[in-house]
């Protein structure tokens, strides 16, 4: 029988010809990405006691989560991770000013198909939209990889969804991904990896197959793959830092379940508190009023995403009630938006546009006060993750976000994009 | 004795203490009780363990320069220090403890001729500081007669409603 | 690890969070006990001293999910908890719940079989947690999950492992 | 009047950011309780200090100002993002010449610069007073004349010569007096520039700062407001209690050292001090000229690895002018982090935190122990090209050798 995308990169990550599901095997990731919880690694490593490190090349520090120190305390951390960086000598590291660890590791060509990566980040499994099988660990874990080059791993069952059609105007991946999320629930493919795949898939751009591996954490899942093809070759083509294959499931491979979705089908779509399977069609929810409006995030802080966003904007003022938070993903997204004029835009729209990161979503600014609501295009909308435990969090895409932040409630985007 | 003479232990410290020392930005949005457990921690950590009401704070020169931070005299109000004597104040400081009723006293010379520890008397009126563990008596600057009417109202707010929102010379 | 534990039963429901569980503003430290101040404070301010009245945490679906941070799993075994029974557990959880020393079973009828305050008992050599309603089976961890847990963590684990091989294994093919 | 009477002075501008709101709307509804607002449209409010809120405390401060403002029916609040809270008042033609302007942030004598009387006054004062009665008290201060001659030397600026006073003269040599600032290197710089000196009178520990304004003050504001004003021009028999001279070619770029503004010295004095962040924003620094200038030395360069450097510009408008004028781009390709605009690093509220061992230098004004996280770490002050020459070395750097 023939071999699904996690179960190839696993067989090839540990040394065997094949691998099935519910074997669990001893692997050696290819890079192990850890963001400020790198401190904590770090200390871990401290009590192991132990300093000669596996492999210098398979490890990347990016920090991320709080950028800039905001107390002495991260300002801590930061100096104790750049030592840290400085005195082994790891070679992909990139500061505080350069954005979201998964989406600089994209961009600089650290993730290639069929590679195996851990991250302190649960949303890891975003590197399935380059092919790659990434999913998150803990810091200690992090810590035993940097000794040992090894961690054990359970061989995932695969889920196959398969996506038909196109995308109605107003539609996208982030809707596509809310309402799958809401169907199968955030316990849908807990274990599992997904493999997207399916008409739409073969011509989506990598920035919306990130979308869709990076929400497919909130199904429960431990990866998620859009398998490597011509558009993955066409991203990587002057990036890739090595050569690579593009690994593809067999055409026999054993899926434990299928599911179809007809992207032609769907509407705008609205996580509504506390659960991001909370997941409503906008006329359900739209109406809503909104303090604040947060476009960020490495679900959809990407170019394409503030394209979209600049684009309706564009001409249109903020609503005097609503702030708008721009945080790009990365320096390279900011600097592509400013050349294109969106950044402009937003700014002339009334955004205030931060420095790239993390940003509101990881509780780094635009903390919520008691009864606020915001909008976010970001991928979790748990109690008080933002701030007050009395405030309320809806997540939707960047093109939802826009026409909410103009109208002051949250609204259909379809008025503006039709 | 009025809340114009002050007698108490004197604590001691040095020239050009920012208003940053005594309430941080940390503790800028705390209740005012909470904030005296930090006054001048960084500069004097023994002071908000033993300072007693009506004890006298002696600064050197330009106390309670930086930002504006009209909190700070409530702060130091808040550790029950009776006065606050210096060689000279920050400007906004010299307003704002008027203006909140926080008697202080500019004394050229002060820090030389008290030690901490002694015992001194304060008449904030007559502009006279008594170290009365050496026997000697200071004069200082006493506030001009509008500022020491503000002061005897208990600050501008006391003074306003107490004139009817007017000034009174 | 011990082989068997008993105790008062603390009770939640389905897909408790990762930012229920320790909300990421207290990440600051890696502290077990002084993470377990600020465990499940976005529900109540009581609930850090309430968690501390009990000794296993039951609780339905999809427990931990959320971030991969470690501290949900260390905050709990700083409150000292012995362990956590839910019907199932986010992966991520359940790989920090081991790295950190903290037994973790997975048996879906003990959700509905207590009720909180109650005592259960988990064996875990022979894969059973005994409620009042009854005892439910649960399958064993593999033995190389097991060893980690044994002996409290990872961290003590990598200890005795370079404490005895020395360096670290030759690399993978 | 005379120096040293008490004069009750109507208000024109109450300038408040986020903090001091707080502060004051806190005192106004707790301690003078039952007043209204006698003139909301005089008030302006800027959040800049919280712009992004890392925490809650935060969140729940600007939303309690959000508040404040919507029951006292203030209708000019200028929220997160907009700018720094002096330089926004300034965009918004809040500030003509002849304007009494109060807020309690101390560098409202920036003000000054364009004509207008401008100082900064506690909380309760603006509590009790200004805010209920529309007046502040002030005694009347005695007034020096600074002249400033001569032009600036190479990789000088305004900021290097206001620092050199403050270093110069002490920081309490002008308490409770007015400086005039005066001479022929004023008209030589913009007016943006000019405003250096006010600002930093209160380094000196003066009431206000004043500079007479000219023709090009008055086209300066008329950008901003269609308000008319007039040009106040001083009595030619104004009595100074004194007069001073200095010649300013000789000044060399400054820097003020820990642990207080007044611990000046010659950037050669201090160069080769390690910093592991630099930052230009702050009231003084993150203008268009300071953008412009910031880019002139990193253009083509790249910021040392051992160093984050933050740029904060002080409006919308001038970031918007800056990414049209391709300076965001220099700077981000430098390495540079820009972020929005608002006060920055200032006193750490929202960015800019140092752990123990640490320096930064900035373009900011106060480098007091603990104003930014741990009281071990170590704030110097300085130009914006000096701050972006330290930025390239990762050490305090004389920016001479960056401006051929």
């Given at each position: 029988m023939g071999m699904t995308l996690a179960q190839k990169v696993l067989a090839q990550t540990s040394g065997k010809p094949t691998v099935l599901p519910g074997e669990i095997v001893d692997a050696y990731p290819d890079l192990v990405m850890s963001h400020l919880a790198s401190w904590r690694s770090i200390r871990q490593l401290e009590q192991v006691g132990v300093?000669?490190?596996?492999?210098?090349?398979r490890i990347a520090v990016v920090l991320d989560?709080?950028?800039?120190?905001?107390?002495p305390e991260d300002a801590g951390h930061h100096q104790l991770i750049r030592e840290f960086v400085k005195r082994h000598g790891i070679p992909v590291y990139y500061d505080v000013?350069?954005?979201i660890a998964h989406l600089v590791l994209m961009e600089r060509g650290h993730v290639l198909p069929g590679m195996l990566i851990l991250g302190t980040?649960?949303?890891?499994?975003?590197y399935g939209a380059l092919g790659a099988f990434g999913t998150g660990v803990g810091f200690t874990e992090v810590t035993s990889v940097w000794l040992t080059g090894c961690v054990w791993m359970k061989v995932p069952e695969s889920v196959r969804v398969v996506i038909t059609g196109r995308f109605p105007p107003a539609v996208f991946g982030k809707d596509l991904m809310l309402a799958l999320i809401g169907q199968?629930?955030?316990?849908?493919?807990?274990?599992k990896s997904v493999e997207f795949t399916g008409d739409l898939v073969a011509n989506l751009s990598i920035s919306e197959r990130m979308t869709f591996c990076n929400l497919?954490?909130?199904?429960?899942?431990k990866c998620a793959f859009v398998p490597a093809d011509a558009v993955t070759e066409a991203y990587l083509a002057?990036?890739?830092k090595r050569p690579y294959e593009l690994l593809r499931p067999d055409p026999d491979a054993p899926y434990a379940r299928q599911v179809t979705v007809d992207a032609s089908a769907l509407t705008p779509m609205v996580s509504c508190p506390h659960?991001?399977?909370n997941a409503k069609p906008i006329t359900a929810v739209q109406g809503t009023r909104i303090h604040q409006a947060f476009l960020g995030s490495c679900a959809n802080a990407k170019y394409e995403d503030l394209e979209v966003a600049a684009g309706i904007l564009k001409g249109r003022r903020v609503h005097p009630d609503v702030r708008l938070i721009v945080t790009p993903g990365s320096r390279e997204i900011y600097l592509q938006a400013m050349r294109s004029g969106a950044l402009q835009t937003l700014v002339e729209a009334g955004a205030m546009l931060t420095n790239?990161?993390?940003?509101?979503?990881?509780?780094?600014?635009?903390s919520l006060g008691d009864g606020e609501v915001c909008l976010s295009t970001a991928n979790r909308n748990f109690l008080g993750r933002m701030g007050s435990r009395t405030s309320q969090i809806y997540l939707s895409s960047p093109a939802t976000l826009a026409a909410s932040a103009i109208k002051g409630?949250?609204?259909?985007?379809r008025e503006f994009l039709a | 004795m009025s809340a114009l003479r002050v007698r108490g232990r004197c604590w001691k410290v040095g020239d050009n203490i920012p208003t940053d020392a005594i309430v941080a930005t940390a503790n800028l949005f705390k209740p005012y009780e909470e904030m005296a457990r930090h006054v001048l921690a960084s500069v004097h950590p023994e002071f908000v363990l033993g300072v007693k009401p009506g004890d006298v704070l002696v600064a050197g020169r330009?106390?309670?320069?930086?930002?504006?931070?009209?909190v700070a005299p409530k702060a130091l109000r808040a550790t029950g220090i009776g006065v606050v004597v210096a060689e000279s104040f920050a400007r906004t400081f010299y307003r704002n403890a008027h203006e909140i009723g926080l008697p202080i006293l500019e004394c050229p010379g002060i820090t030389e001729q008290v030690r901490e520890g002694d015992e001194l008397d304060v008449d904030v009126e007559a502009g006279l500081v008594r170290n009365l563990t050496l026997g000697q008596t200071i004069q200082a600057v006493p506030p001009p007669p509008f500022l020491r009417g503000m002061l005897k109202a208990g600050g501008l707010h006391a003074y306003l409603e107490l004139h009817g929102g007017e000034f009174v010379s | 690890m011990e082989p068997r534990v008993k105790g008062r039963v603390i009770l939640f429901g389905d897909n408790i969070n990762t930012d229920v569980i320790?909300?990421?503003?207290?990440?600051?430290?890696?502290?077990p006990a002084e993470l377990a101040e600020h465990a499940?404070?976005?529900?109540?301010?009581e609930y850090p001293q309430k968690l501390r009245q009990f000794d296993i945490l039951v609780a339905g679906?999809?427990?931990?999910?959320?971030?991969?941070?470690?501290q949900a799993a260390s905050c709990l075994v700083g409150a000292g908890l012995k362990a956590v029974v839910a019907s199932s557990f986010a992966r991520t959880f359940f790989r920090n719940a081991i790295n950190t020393g903290l037994p973790i079973v997975e048996c879906p009828p003990v959700r509905g079989a207590v009720q909180e305050g109650e005592e259960v008992e988990i064996d875990f050599a022979r894969g059973t947690v005994t409620t009042p309603k009854g005892t439910f089976t649960f399958p064993g961890l593999p033995p190389s999950v097991m060893e980690i847990l044994a002996v409290g963590g990872l961290v003590p684990y990598l200890k005795r492992k370079f404490a005895t091989a020395g360096a670290p294994p030759p690399r993978a093919g | 009047m005379a120096p040293g009477d008490v004069v009750v002075a109507e208000v024109d501008t109450v300038i408040f950011h986020d903090l001091s709101l707080y502060l004051t709307g806190r005192t106004f509804e707790q301690?003078?309780?039952?007043?209204?607002?006698?003139?909301?449209?005089r008030v302006v409010i800027v959040f800049d200090h919280?712009?992004?809120?890392?925490?809650e405390e935060g969140a729940r401060i600007l939303q309690a100002n959000r508040e404040f403002a919507r029951r006292h029916g203030l209708p000019h609040l200028f929220d997160s993002?907009?700018?720094?809270c002096h330089y926004t008042a300034i965009q918004h033609g809040f500030?003509?010449?002849g304007a009494v302007v109060v807020g309690?942030?101390?560098?409202?004598?920036?003000?000054g610069g364009l004509g207008a009387f401008a100082t900064g006054i506690g909380n309760n004062s603006i509590a009790a007073l200004t805010l209920p009665y529309g007046t502040a008290w002030f005694r009347v201060p005695p007034t020096i004349k600074l002249l400033l001659q001569g032009s600036l030397a190479r990789g000088v600026t305004a900021r290097d010569v206001a620092q050199y006073l403050v270093g110069r003269?002490?920081?309490?040599?002008?308490?409770y007096k007015a400086i005039e600032y005066a001479g022929d290197l004023l008209p030589r710089l913009d007016v943006e520039e000019r405003l250096l000196f006010p600002l930093m009178c209160i380094d000196m520990d003066a009431k206000a700062g004043y500079i007479e304004p000219d023709e090009a003050v008055a086209a300066y504001i008329r950008q901003r407001t269609a308000q008319s004003f007039e040009l106040v021009r001083n009595d030619p028999d104004a009595v100074y209690e004194s007069v001073q001279t200095f010649?300013?070619?000789?000044?060399e770029p400054q820097v003020a050292c820990?642990?207080?503004?007044?611990?000046v010295k010659p950037v050669t004095a201090v160069a080769?001090?390690?910093?592991q962040y630099a930052e230009v924003g702050g009231t003084p620094g993150g203008r268009l000229g300071d953008l412009r200038r910031l880019a002139r030395v990193l253009d083509g360069r790249r910021v040392h690895p051992d160093v984050r450097l933050q740029v904060v510009p002080v409006t919308r408008e001038v970031f918007r002018q800056a990414l049209d004028e391709g300076i965001i781009a220099v700077l981000h390709d430098a390495g540079a982090n820009i972020f929005p605009?608002?006060?920055?690093s200032n006193q750490s509220t929202n960015m800019g935190a140092l752990t123990a061992g640490q320096a930064m230098i900035s373009t900011h004004t106060r480098n007091f122990p603990?104003?930014?996280?741990?009281?071990?770490a170590r704030i110097f002050l300085a130009s914006t090209y000096t701050v972006a020459a330290s930025a390239l070395k990762g050490r305090i750097a004389d920016p001479r050798e960056f401006l051929e």
């Open positions: 300093d000669r490190l596996y492999d210098l090349n989560h709080r950028s800039p120190a905001r107390t000013h350069e954005g980040d649960s949303h890891s499994t975003i199968l629930t955030a316990n849908g493919c807990t274990y497919a954490m909130e199904l429960g899942a002057g990036r890739a659960q991001v399977d790239p990161g993390c940003g509101a979503c990881a509780g780094d600014g635009g409630v949250i609204a259909d985007p | 330009h106390f309670a320069c930086s930002s504006g931070r009209a | 320790i909300h990421a503003r207290h990440l600051r430290t890696i502290d499940f404070e976005v529900l109540g301010d679906e999809n427990f931990g999910c959320g971030s991969a941070r470690e | 301690e003078v309780k039952g007043q209204r607002i006698l003139h909301p449209e919280f712009f992004a809120p890392a925490t993002g907009t700018g720094n500030i003509r010449p309690s942030d101390s560098h409202t004598p920036v003000h003269l002490g920081e309490d040599w002008a308490g010649d300013v070619e000789e000044v820990p642990p207080t503004v007044g611990h080769g001090e390690p910093i605009a608002s006060s920055g603990g104003r930014n996280g741990s009281p071990e």
